[in-house]
Structures are given as C-alpha cells and as structure tokens.
C-alpha cells in the first residue's frame, strides 16, 4: 500500500467518525492531563509529608545525640578523673611535692574518694537510665574493677606482694577503660564522623 492510500485511508476513517470524535480525543486528553495532575499533587503531598516527618525525626534524633554527648563526656569526665587517681596510686606509693612536703598516693586516693563517690552517686541514675546497655555493661565492669582496686590499696603495706596486687588491678581498669572508650566512640560515631 502506497503512501497515498495510507493517508486517504485514514483521512477516510476520521471523516467517518467526523467532528464528534475529535471531541472526544480531545477531552479525553484533557481528562488524562488533568488526572494526571491531581495524582502527581496527591503523591506530592504525600513525599512532602513523609518528608517533613522524617526532617522531624531528624531534629529528634540531632537533639538526642546533642543530649547523649553532654551526657557521655560529662561521664567520662568524672570516669578519667577517678581513673587518673588509681593510676597515679598505682604508680607510686608517694609524690614529693614542690615544697618539699611528700603526699602518700594511698592518703591522696583515699582523700578524693568521697568527692568522686558523692559525683557518681548525683549522676548515677542518669547513667544508668541513659546509656546504652552494652556500655551500661561497661560500666559495671569498671564499678567493679574501681573496688577491687580500692581494696588492693586499702590492703596495701609497701611489701611487694601488695604493690604487685595494686599494679594488677590498675591493669584490670586500664582495660576497661580502653574498652569503654572503644564503645563510646562507636555509639557516638566519632570514627565516622572524622573520616
């Protein structure tokens, strides 16, 4: 069939139809475009809302890490500090000081001891209410691993028998610290956040 009788052909089947049809076409076409734009409003207004909630969720989660991080570097504040003081007792059984006076790391433990039991006592229950449970674990460990060590430097008496039980049980809180600090890089993503 030549080109011709294509187009006569088919200008033969629109004069069928005629004008009426042409109608058609062209509502049906406006329909459709209009159809199609009140899906693409509807599915618009449902990504814009799935999106302003998950910029909520976003807000709450940035807040959460804000609190989470206050409260983790607060804690680790005060664990450094108590773990500082072990591993000064632990190192040394006394420091002479600039004046020439000597301080007994033992009497300097023992001194500090209330001040840090009286700050993890007034944040005890935050800890144990917010951290997460793996570190929580953690922590426990090292509550533990602070009493052994305490009891080694009670018993202590300068004999190297009790110096070697006060070094092994620093040893003991050296690796709960380096296992805590592990954990808490993890939750807070700071090797992530840094690369």
Known sequence: MALEDMLKL????AASF??????????SKWL???????ILQEERGKIEHQLSELSHELSLAKSSYDHYLDLILDYYKIFYRHYRLCQRA???????QPDGSVTFTKDDFF?????????WSDREGKIRLLLPTPILGTHMEATDAFNIF???LKEFD??????????????????????????????????????
């Not at 005629?18 to 509502?27: D, R, Y």
């Not at 632990?90 to 002479?96: E, L, N, Q, V």
């Open 32 to 38: 459709g475009g209009l159809w199609a734009a009140r």
């Open 111 to 119: 001194n500090s001891l209330d001040t840090h039991l009286a700050e």
């Open 90 to 96: 632990s190192g040394a059984d006394a420091h002479k």
């Open 158 to 195: 300068t004999s190297e028998e009790s110096r070697q039980a006060k070094k092994n049980a620093f040893l003991v809180i050296d690796s709960v610290k380096g296992k805590l600090e592990q954990q808490l890089r993890d939750f807070l993503r700071t090797e992530r956040l840094l690369k």
């Open 150 to 152: 305490k009891r080694a």
């Open 10 to 13: 088919i200008v033969a089947v």
């Open 18 to 27: 005629g004008s009426g049809a042409v109608i058609v076409v062209v509502l």
